[in-house]
């Protein structure tokens, strides 16, 4: 199992090998994490992600999914994108939606342990303005953390405010896992 931390702080501004970008499917930046991601990475990331969509993914990303590139001006060597799925509300397909968001990290996790990345940051990916509630989408980042097959040595979730570090803290306590 990889060592898991909590902060609370800038993602764009952690130096580790692997930054994971909550991105949307066109790969082209957006608002929140993939804006932000974009604008301090500068625009290799951006020049990456359109090759990546002129070359191989012509359809841009499917949700679960994940593809990496250079991190341009942040201090990690790679960015790792990935699609979370949006919150379909209580009712038939949120099951299915929960995998995919389970597959988001582990995707990504597995992507940042090819690359040979050490460490890696995660965003609460859909957590947003995807709509996912907060609980529940801290209880699926860690547990997938927690159970990877493949993972770098760190996993650190890098949380924008103390009520989300605080949610993040309360599901690892309700998953039993002891937190740097």
Request: charged share 20%; glycine share 12%; with cysteine.
């Amino acid at each position: 199992m990889p060592r898991i931390e909590l902060v609370t702080g800038d993602l764009t501004a952690e130096r580790v090998d692997a930054i994971v970008n909550a991105a949307n499917s066109s790969l082209l930046g957006g608002g929140g994490v993939d804006g932000a991601i974009h604008r301090a990475g500068g625009p290799s990331i951006l020049a990456e992600c359109r090759e990546l969509r002129a070359t191989v993914l012509p359809d841009g990303l499917p949700t679960g999914r994940a593809v990496a590139t250079g991190a341009g001006n942040l201090h990690a060597r790679w960015v790792v994108h990935t699609v979370g799925p949006v919150w379909p509300g209580p009712g038939p397909e949120e099951a299915s939606r929960r995998r995919l968001l389970a597959s988001s990290y582990r995707e990504s996790l597995a992507l940042a342990a090819g690359l040979g990345a050490a460490s890696v940051a995660f965003p609460a990916i859909s957590a947003g303005i995807y709509g996912w509630p907060a609980d529940d989408a801290a209880l699926v980042a860690l547990e997938t953390a927690a159970g990877a097959d493949a993972a770098p040595a760190l996993v650190r979730f890098v949380l924008f405010s103390e009520r989300m570090h605080a949610v993040f803290a309360a599901a690892a306590e309700q998953l039993g896992l002891d937190l740097d």
